[in-house]
């Protein structure tokens, strides 16, 4: 039989139908309609952008391997995207995108050195079924530099880490450290680092990691294996090594030690190291002194909220990736309101696109203020522990100090214990770190406030009180 795009299709659907959800096939595979077959590409429309964003987060797989048994291992997947609602044209038109704009991040192989004996280095990234050591670079690949907006806000960030990026290790910035509030690029920056790394240098092995991760996997390799050894060898023979969010290694004296111990290996080598957290190194607190004098041998690199001219060009650049044509005053109607920063703006972004293609509605000056309207009300502000003894003490009409000081008195031992207790519901802090913050207490007496509160709401009516108001004042 020759082959068409239609039995092609068929062929795979049937595939497909057999390996995901009814209800999935019939939402996300039904409406496909198959238009082109060249060579070893088929060509298929799908109705928006956003249908094909979710085929490829969440059919990727099944399409490429049913593809596979259809066409051979070069099989190629391209998709005619219907640009519905697209403003001021009633015609729909098409875009042709091919399927993953960039090929997923391969495993890398790593050549250990030989006094760590090869075999018996565990990689805490195991990736089950595999003989050799292969390293998950867990980069994201759509966190480049091309989609990474330049502004005044991060420029500074955004060069050192294009020069790192080709030069890594090579340049005075290391380790480089990326900080800065939430929302504002730390991630994205840091894994587009490692994306050009990997573009540049294919040999090279990069790592990124969450601090909460490494912080998991140090506990794991030390309570349950007994391999700290291991541990570290894995993390010295990363050639680029990249730790997100290292503020969470507050008040973690043991993984501190280790990762000191890795850090040093690595830098002495001329290996890259790139850390992202919500503070410049100078306000971290519970951080080892020489580990903190450690992160200001390279460059501190501050992330700013993005200014007017850098939001709008952050709006166009995703509506662009998006598909989607929006007027020039909703544009900027949005970037005039929301100014925070990064992740808020997406998130209007996409609820715009989703209520329009939902409602038919266009892209028009009243929908955005409906959504800004909705969203500013409905997100949840970040709280930090700073945050919330501020609030807690301006309740009870306290001072800070008084707050924090050793008094036993009743009322301030309460507020103290209520800003202890909020700060471990609302922040991701630890224990130990609550503690020190709020008067320099140990992790203990955050643990018995927190008991102290559970207990006083359920039988104090007054106290029940002061939890509740506090936390609608949090939440606002
Ligand atoms: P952080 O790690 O600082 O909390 P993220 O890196 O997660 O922030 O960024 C939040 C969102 O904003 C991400 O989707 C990211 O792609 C986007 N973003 C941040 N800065 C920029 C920029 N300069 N250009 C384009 N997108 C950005
Ligand atoms: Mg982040």
Redesign the pocket.
């Given at each position: 039989m020759i082959k068409s795009a239609e039995n092609v299709w068929a062929a795979c659907l049937n595939f497909i139908k057999d390996n995901i959800t009814p209800v999935g096939y019939k939402t996300w595979f039904e409406p496909i309609v198959p238009v082109k077959l060249e060579a070893e590409a088929l060509t298929i429309q799908v109705p928006s952008k956003f249908f094909f964003e979710f085929l490829e987060e969440n059919y990727v797989k099944v399409l490429r391997t049913a593809l596979v048994r259809e066409l051979g291992k070069e099989a190629r997947l391209l998709y005619d995207v219907r640009l519905e609602n697209s403003y001021s044209s009633k015609v729909p038109q098409t875009v042709k995108i091919p399927s993953s704009n960039r090929s997923p991040m391969q495993p890398q192989s790593v050549n250990f050195p030989s006094k760590n004996i090869s075999r018996e280095v565990k990689n805490p990234f195991v990736i089950p079924g595999l003989q050799k050591v292969k390293v998950e670079s867990n980069l994201n690949p759509?966190?480049c530099f091309d989609?990474?907006?330049?502004?005044e806000?991060?420029r500074l960030g955004?060069s050192a880490g294009m020069a790192v990026a080709n030069k890594p290790g090579g340049t005075s910035f290391n380790p480089l450290m990326i900080y800065?509030?939430?929302?504002?690029?730390?991630?994205?920056?840091?894994?587009a680092i490692g994306v050009q790394v990997k573009d540049k240098y294919p040999d090279k092995t990069v790592l990124y990691v969450s601090t909460e991760k490494f912080i998991q996997q140090y506990g794991d390799a030390v309570l349950k294996n007994n391999n700290r050894n291991d541990f570290l060898h894995f993390y010295q023979m990363i050639d680029v090594l990249i730790v997100?969010?290292i503020q969470f290694l507050s008040g973690k004296t043991k993984t501190q030690d280790a990762f000191f111990q890795i850090f040093n290996e690595l830098h002495q080598n001329g290996k890259q190291v790139i850390l992202?957290s919500?503070k410049s190194p100078v306000d971290m607190q519970d951080i080892e002194q020489r580990l903190l004098s450690r992160f200001k041998w390279g460059l501190s690199a501050e992330?700013q909220a993005?200014d007017y001219e850098?939001r709008i060009?952050?709006l166009k650049?995703?509506l662009f990736r998006d598909g989607v044509i929006v007027p020039e005053e909703v544009i900027e109607f949005i970037a005039k309101h929301i100014k925070t920063?990064?992740?808020e703006?997406?998130g209007v972004v996409t609820s715009l696109i989703a209520q329009s293609a939902f409602n038919k509605k266009d892209f028009s000056l009243s929908l955005a203020k409906s959504i800004i309207d909705k969203f500013v009300k409905n997100t949840k502000k970040e709280v930090s522990v700073d945050y919330i003894q501020k609030v807690v003490s301006k309740y009870f009409e306290i001072d800070l100090e008084t707050l924090q000081s050793k008094t036993r008195k009743r009322h301030i031992v309460q507020a103290r214990q209520l800003a202890m207790f909020f700060s471990k519901k609302m922040t991701k802090s630890s224990l130990a770190s609550i503690g020190s913050q709020i008067g320099k207490r140990d992790h203990a007496t955050v643990l018995h406030a927190c008991k102290t509160v559970d207990n006083l709401s359920a039988t104090d009516k007054q106290f029940k009180k002061y939890v509740d108001d506090i936390s609608k004042k949090l939440s606002f």
């Open positions: 759509n966190y989609n990474f907006m330049e502004g806000s991060n955004r800065g509030g939430v929302g504002l690029g730390k991630t994205h920056l840091a894994h997100d969010d992202t919500d992330l993005p850098t060009n952050i650049n995703r920063n990064v992740r703006l997406e």
